[in-house]
């Protein structure tokens, strides 16, 4: 999904008029001024296509996912760091990462491209109904996937296994615990590397204080990374004031 957008540049400029009541002097006395510029920020989302599985919610290594429910789908919260796992984890790819761009001349041009994220493998390795448990009330079958679960007329739940992908969606919205998945998931894609410049670095912490998995230390004045501790978020890169730490994007 590519997304292009355009705003007059003097609209912007009365935005930021119209948001400068709080200030001492009059709006009429304020004159914004806004130069040419480019913005750069990516974003993670999840669309209503969530089918509550919450694998998302459960592979989040820093807890930055509100949980799914039968009345609503899983939902980012303020606290997550881009490290995409959640992305390559969704069996539906409800869940997107968006790049956004907004580049200031003439106009204000605002661009939105949803970035292409491999997937991890799913396998289901066992799933049970309790027919004792089960109401036949019908709210698995409204989230599978793939149609693997049904609920016959005047009859109990039952599963095609060669249809069940083992989301786990059924099991999540069941509200009698009905239905048991296990399931098996593949390991994370890398899809970025983390690029160090030792001659930049000026030893201050700042990554190892913000790290949100305890992936990166100081040892002697020296970075020491924890490769298989880093999930490829953005923390240490963003917050390095010296730009010593670098995530780039792996080629396809």
Same mark, same amino acid.
Request: aromatic share 4%; net charge negative; charged share 30%.
């Given at each position: 999904?590519?997304?292009?957008?355009?705003?007059?540049?003097?609209? $912007?400029?009365?935005?930021?008029?119209? #948001?400068? !009541?709080?200030?001492?002097?009059?709006?009429?006395?304020?004159?914004?001024?806004?130069?040419?510029? !480019? $913005?750069?920020?990516?974003? /993670?989302?999840?669309?209503?296509?969530?089918?509550?599985?919450?694998? %998302?919610?459960?592979?989040?290594?820093?807890?930055?996912?509100?949980?799914? #429910?039968?009345?609503?789908?899983?939902? /980012?919260?303020?606290?997550?760091?881009?490290?995409?796992?959640?992305?390559?984890?969704?069996?539906? =790819?409800?869940?997107?990462?968006?790049? !956004?761009?907004?580049?200031?001349?003439?106009?204000?041009?605002?661009?939105? =491209?949803?970035? #292409?994220?491999?997937?991890?493998?799913?396998?289901?390795?066992?799933?049970?109904?309790?027919?004792?448990?089960?109401?036949? %009330?019908?709210?698995?079958?409204?989230?599978?996937?793939?149609?693997?679960?049904?609920v016959p007329e005047g009859e109990k739940a039952v599963?095609? $296994?060669?249809?069940?992908?083992?989301?786990?969606?059924?099991? =999540?919205?069941?509200?009698?615990?009905?239905?048991?998945?296990?399931?098996?998931?593949?390991?994370?894609?890398?899809?970025?590397?983390?690029?160090?410049?030792?001659?930049?670095?000026?030893?201050?912490?700042?990554?190892?204080?913000? %790290?949100?998995?305890?992936?990166?230390?100081?040892?002697?004045?020296?970075?020491?990374?924890?490769?298989?501790?880093? /999930?490829?978020?953005?923390? %240490?890169?963003?917050?390095?004031?010296?730009?010593?730490?670098? $995530?780039?994007?792996?080629?396809?």
């Amino acid at each position: 999904m590519d997304i292009v957008f355009k705003k007059k540049k003097d609209a $912007l400029v009365n935005e930021v008029v119209a #948001k400068s !009541s709080d200030f001492e002097h009059s709006v009429e006395d304020f004159k914004a001024e806004i130069e040419n510029c !480019s $913005l750069g920020q990516k974003f /993670i989302t999840i669309s209503p296509e969530c089918v509550r599985c919450n694998l %998302c919610v459960e592979e989040c290594p820093v807890n930055a996912i509100d949980n799914a #429910k039968l009345t609503k789908p899983a939902k /980012i919260l303020e606290n997550c760091v881009k490290c995409e796992i959640c992305a390559q984890t969704c069996p539906v =790819n409800a869940v997107k990462v968006i790049e !956004s761009t907004s580049d200031l001349d003439e106009d204000v041009t605002y661009k939105l =491209n949803t970035m #292409k994220v491999p997937h991890r493998t799913l396998r289901m390795e066992k799933i049970c109904v309790d027919k004792d448990k089960c109401t036949s %009330c019908g709210d698995c079958v409204k989230f599978c996937p793939t149609g693997a679960i049904k609920v016959p007329e005047g009859e109990k739940a039952v599963v095609d $296994l060669d249809a069940c992908i083992g989301c786990g969606a059924c099991a =999540n919205v069941c509200g009698e615990d009905a239905v048991t998945v296990i399931r098996r998931m593949g390991n994370v894609f890398k899809t970025k590397d983390l690029v160090v410049d030792d001659d930049a670095c000026v030893a201050c912490g700042v990554c190892e204080e913000n %790290c949100p998995v305890d992936a990166i230390r100081l040892e002697d004045d020296k970075i020491i990374f924890s490769e298989d501790k880093c /999930i490829l978020c953005e923390v %240490c890169s963003k917050k390095c004031p010296v730009s010593a730490l670098k $995530l780039e994007r792996l080629p396809k």
